[in-house]
C-alpha cells in the first residue's frame, strides 16, 4: 500500500512536468522590413556574422577572426520567432526569452542597463530579490555590433513549473547598437551542452539535472505553425499528445552543439547534396536558428533548383503564386526522410500592402571535423517533433500527431 501510495505521488510529482508555452511573433527581420530598416541593419552588420557563430567549428587557421565560443548571436536571433516565459528572483521577475539549443549561457537584461536595447525591454532588479546572489564577475559576448556587456549573478530560477537554485546569470548592462531594440525578446536560455558556455557555471539544464528536478535528462520541443497551439517545450519528459511513435534517435558527433550526422539532402527524392560517398555530412539541431542553413555552394544551388532570385540581402525570393509547385526537400537522418514542401519551407513576409516569399534556406560555410555543416533551424524543427537527450547524448525526431494546416 505504502509503495502505491509513493508510486501515485510520484507520478503525481512528475505529472507537474513544466509544459512551457511558446508563442511566435513577427521577426526582427519582419520589423526591419516592415519599417524599411532592414538594409540599413544588413549594412551595419557584417555579412558572414551568422556564421561566426559557428566560428569554432572552423579549423582554426582558417578563420581569420577570432575563434570563440561566443560569436554572432543576433543576426542569428533576428529571424527568431518563438518565445517562452521565466521568472527570476523572489518574488518572480518575467522575461521573455529565446530557448536555444544553439547556445548554453542564461542572459537578461539588468536594471542598471542604459542602452536603448534595454528601454524596451523587461529589465532584472536585484535590489527587489530576497534570493539574490552577487557574484561580481564580468561576461562579454561579442555581436556583430559589438560587446553584449554585464556581470554575473545567482538566483532562482523557475521555466515552467520548475525551479532552480543559484542558477548562474549575466544581468547585461551594455547592449550594442539599435540591434537589439526591436527584438520582441529580453534575453536569451541557452540549452547547447556546457562546453558552448561563456559564462562561469552550469547552464540551466545541467543545473535541473543537478537538482534532480526532472524526470529524465531530456527535453523536447514543439513548433508548430498552427493557431491555437504555436509551440511547446517540456522539460523532462516528452509530451505524447503531440507526436507518433517511433522516435528515430541520432547520437551526438560532438557535445557543443546539438550536432549529429545527416545522410542526405534530397531534392524531389535525388540524392543532391551531403552524398554518402563523402563522408556524409554534419547537422546542428538549432531552435536558436530559424532557417535551415548549409554550405554556400549547396544552398545556391538548391536556391537554383527551387528557381529562386537572390536579393542583395542574402535572402532568396521566389514567386508566392508557384510555391506549391516548389520542389520537395528531405533531409535523411539516420535512415527516415523528413520532406518539406514549398508551404513548408517558403517564408512569407509583407513590405508595405504586398506579400513576399523567401525560401528558408541560407547559405553558411562551415566545417567540422566531420565534414561540411547544415543548421536545422525552426524550418525544420516546425515540422517534427524534437528530443534532446543529456542522458543519452542524442537527438531523436517523431513524426507530429497534428500536421501543420494552413
Ligand atoms: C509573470 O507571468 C505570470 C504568468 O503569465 C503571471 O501570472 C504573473 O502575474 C507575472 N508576474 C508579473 C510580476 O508580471
Known sequence: MKRILLLLLCCLCFSLNPRIPLIKKPSLRSHLRASD??????????????????????PPTLVSLKPGKAAERLYNYMDAQYFGLISLGTPGQNFTVVFDTGSADLWVPSFYCVSPA???HHKFKAFESSTYIRDGRVFGIHYGSGHLLGVLAKDLLKVGSLAVENQEFGESVYEPGLSFVMTKFDGVLGLSYPSLSDELGAP???NLINQNKVEKPIFSFYLNN?????GELLLGAVDEDLFVRPI????????????IKMDAVKVQGTTSFCKADANSCQAVVDTGTSLIAGPAMDILFLQQLIGATPTP???????????SSLPVISFVINGVEYSLTGEMYVKKDVIGD????????????????FGPMWVLGDVFLAQVYSVFDRGQDRVGFARLKARPTE
Open 37 to 58: 530598416q532592414l538594409e540599413d541593419f544588413l549594412k551595419d552588420h557584417q555579412v558572414d556574422v551568422f556564421s561566426r557563430r559557428y566560428s569554432q567549428c572552423y
Open 118 to 120: 534595454c528601454a524596451s
Open 204 to 206: 540551466v539544464f545541467d
Open 226 to 230: 498552427s493557431p491555437g497551439k504555436e
Open 248 to 259: 528515430n534517435w541520432s547520437p551526438v558527433t560532438v557535445k557543443g552543439y546539438w550536432q
Open 313 to 323: 540581402f542574402g535572402e532568396f525570393l521566389v514567386d508566392c503564386s508557384r510555391i
Open 354 to 369: 504586398r506579400g513576399v516569399c523567401f525560401t528558408g534556406f541560407q547559405a553558411v560555410d562551415i566545417t567540422s571535423l
